[in-house]
Nanobody, 124 residues
Framework: QVQLVESGGGLVQAGGSLRLSCAAS????????MGWFRQAPGKEREFVAA????????RYADSVKGRFTISTDNAKNPVYLQMNSLKPEDTAVYYC?????????????????WGQGTQVTVSS
């Protein structure tokens, strides 16, 4: 069983930065690709970024390319989402997710483990 815990959310002004962290707790946590998704009120949960187990392959939603960076350390835990140049439309609950595969996916249906979410609010 993999448990994921996000942290780092908060309130920030437009143009500011936040770094989200996702820590995994499991007896064995190997060869899991990781992803970040977000859900704004009244909207579907959408893909933000993902990273392969090796950390070599990354994928981003067009809306965050050039502003957000997903990364992990050598131990593959935790996974970070550095968010720069934040916009009010980035306001959402951000979820960390893990899938039992080495390559990332842009589909939320491919992820079997989810964190509880962390709120990010960007004021204009």
């Amino acid at each position: 069983q993999v448990q994921l815990v996000e942290s780092g959310g908060g309130l920030v002004q437009a143009g500011g930065s936040l770094r989200l962290s996702c820590a995994a707790s499991a007896r064995t946590f190997s060869q899991y690709a990781m992803g970040w998704f977000r859900q704004a009120p009244g909207k579907e949960r959408e893909f933000v970024a993902a990273i392969s187990w090796s950390g070599v392959i990354t994928r981003y939603a067009d809306s965050v390319k050039g502003r957000f960076t997903i990364s992990t350390d050598n131990a593959k835990n935790p996974v970070y989402l550095q968010m720069n140049s934040l916009k009010p439309e980035d306001t959402a609950v951000y979820y960390c997710a893990a899938r039992a595969a080495t390559v990332p996916s842009l589909s939320r249906w491919d992820y079997g483990y989810w964190g509880q979410g962390t709120q990010v609010t960007v004021s204009s």
